[in-house]
């Protein structure tokens, strides 16, 4: 095995068109457990720590933020808590202290785990993800697309994810994730919203209840729809109840050690209609944003 | 591969480290201080707890490559010499040490909460101590000393 030490970004795309089967390593707190347990014996170990700007994050002039994909956990709690409220709620719910300060969002795109947290958020906030490869260069893939399978994702074997991009929230988000505890807890399931005010839109995503993160577009629409805006009544309960429906039925998840298909699908209906409620109420109180 | 870093201040080379090794397997087998505790590997414990860089993390889970050049202090880089640091006092006082074995752990971690937290909450201290788990589950002790060690520095800045 090898360990590779680029400390810049191109010398880190050199080296992944080297040795594509080459893992890349931030914060480690997947990739060495996968080691300490032998479960996987990559040829080459990529360690991304020292390329100073994946852990650093800008305002683009399209006005989006784009965030660097070593950025850990904690950072964005503490950096980027009052513009992406949602995702950082589910930063929260990362591990523990200890995995907050090392995890990274890249690190969580990289496994494409169908449970892991920030993915609901990202969804819910139309986040863009900006890969890169010495030989094609930067593209940039909608989160929506990026998840292709159970542990799987767009990442093609040459490329390394550099960073996200999204808006700051321009209206409330929230995120809710179930579990057996508050720490250390991988989510049975979990769901991200956030509104759109501007259009007029709802974002979604569902986390650990189908082979990849995804979106629940029929649940999206018919919320967006009935949902009075510019008037900004009071939400319908049946609505809420309604909306809650929709999104476990855009879910399709398993029986697995974690829970059951029956109840992920009752638990999606539940937070999904809660999560709405509390950020319609931010709303009608006039928060743009939720507080961080 | 051979790994250069500071230990608890110290400079230290560890050779014939296997490129996935754990910086928590080379404290305590290549540079031989075992204070770090070795029990889940994969995060979930908090037994081997260090400070990388001034940052805790889980040692089991940094690549031991990813500690060259990098500054490590450990549970045995908490007291002066022979005097315990007061969060290490604390614990004895309060009988938070019952196997041991999550102690190390639960010290390092206690000890940066209290340096970034002057008075920490129960809240506060529960989130921070969240990732250290105690199977002899001496939890409220453990609390205690925290409290203890917090109110002592506190009244110290005073």
């Known amino acids: ?292 | 591969m051979r790994v250069n870093f500071t230990v608890n201040g110290v400079e230290q080379t560890a050779d014939d480290v296997w490129e996935g090794e754990s910086l928590l397997y080379v404290l305590r087998e290549r540079v031989g201080l075992p204070g770090s505790k070795n029990a889940c590997e994969q995060g979930e414990c908090g037994s081997c707890t260090v400070y990388l860089d001034g940052t805790p993390v889980c040692a089991c889970l940094v690549a031991a490559g990813q500690a060259e050049g990098r500054e490590v202090r450990t549970v045995e880089g908490l007291a002066d010499g022979e005097r315990l640091d007061p969060i290490q006092e604390a614990f004895v006082e309060c009988g938070a040490v019952q196997c041991g074995f999550c102690t190390p752990g639960l010290l390092v971690q206690a000890h940066d909460l209290i340096e970034r937290v002057p008075e920490p909450s129960d809240p506060e201290i529960r989130e921070a101590l969240a990732g250290n788990l105690c199977r002899c589950t001496g939890y409220e002790k453990i609390l205690d000393a925290v409290r203890l060690a917090a109110a002592r520095k506190a009244e110290a800045g005073r």
């Open chain 1, 1 to 292: 095995m090898e360990f590779l030490r680029p400390t810049s970004w191109g010398e880190a795309l050199a080296a992944k068109a080297d040795a594509p089967g080459a893992v890349p390593i931030a914060g480690g707190t997947d990739v060495m457990v996968e080691l300490n347990f032998d479960k996987h014996r990559p040829e080459a170990l990529l360690d991304l720590n020292r390329v100073g700007e994946l852990a650093t994050w800008s305002e683009e002039e399209d006005g989006r933020l784009r965030v660097g994909a070593a950025v850990p956990y904690a950072r964005i709690i503490g950096e980027l808590g009052g513009r992406l409220p949602g995702l950082a709620m589910a930063a929260r719910t990362v591990g523990s202290p200890q995995i907050r300060n090392r995890g990274t969002v890249g690190g969580n795109l990289g496994a494409a785990s169908p449970a892991g947290d920030s993915h609901p958020p990202l969804l819910a906030a139309d986040a863009e993800i900006e890969v890169e490869s010495a030989a094609r260069g930067t593209r940039m893939i909608p989160a929506g697309e990026f998840y292709t399978g159970v542990k799987r994702s767009a990442l093609a074997p040459d490329e390394l994810i550099r960073a996200f991009h999204v808006r700051p929230a321009e209206g409330p988000q929230q995120f809710s994730k179930i579990g057996t505890r508050n720490a250390m807890v991988i989510a049975v399931c979990s769901f991200g919203l956030a509104l759109h005010p501007s259009d007029q839109r709802i974002g979604t995503g569902i986390g650990s209840a189908a082979p990849t993160p995804r979106r629940a577009f029929e649940a999206e629409e018919y919320a967006a729809g009935e949902l009075d805006w510019a008037g900004r009544s009071p939400l319908d309960e049946r609505v809420a109840r309604r909306f809650g429906e929709l999104a476990a039925r855009a879910a399709a998840p398993i029986d697995d050690v974690r829970g059951t298909a029956e109840y992920r699908l009752h638990a999606l209906s539940v937070m999904a209609r809660r999560t709405l409620t509390w950020a319609w109420k931010d709303y009608l109180n006039g928060g743009a944003t939720a507080c961080a």
